[in-house]
């Protein structure tokens, strides 16, 4: 392919990726006013681990740190950990800063498929 024709069309690209960007952290902040709204804290036991952690937090939750991830790629590892802790959900920052870092994990919805796959396995897992 000719670069001339992948230089032509890399402004469409970059709207394209920034308006993907820019909609995932407009529609972060709202479920962030939301959930922050609704939510307050997550009462865990001391020693609560992932598994439990994740059982015990709301959709909306896992969702916003995906939209997170998306909207402020590896910004929302600070981001996230400091939702987390508001929320009283400690077992869940290591693993969403983790994330937050990865490249290329940004466009997977990595916590929403953790928390649908606690949800069907919670009798396999330990």
Known sequence: ???NVILQYLPYLFFAGATVMGSALALASLLLIWVIWQ???IDLPPNADF???LLSTP???????????????FMSAPVGWTILTYLGLHP???????EGFLPGTEALPTMTVA????RLFKNRLP
């Open 1 to 3: 392919m000719d670069t």
């Open 51 to 53: 598994k439990t952690a």
């Open 92 to 98: 869940l920052r290591g693993v969403a800063v983790v």
């Open 115 to 118: 928390w649908i796959g606690v």
């Open 59 to 73: 959709l909306v939750v896992v969702i916003l740190l995906d939209l997170l991830d998306v909207g402020l790629n």
């Open 39 to 41: 939510i307050k804290k």
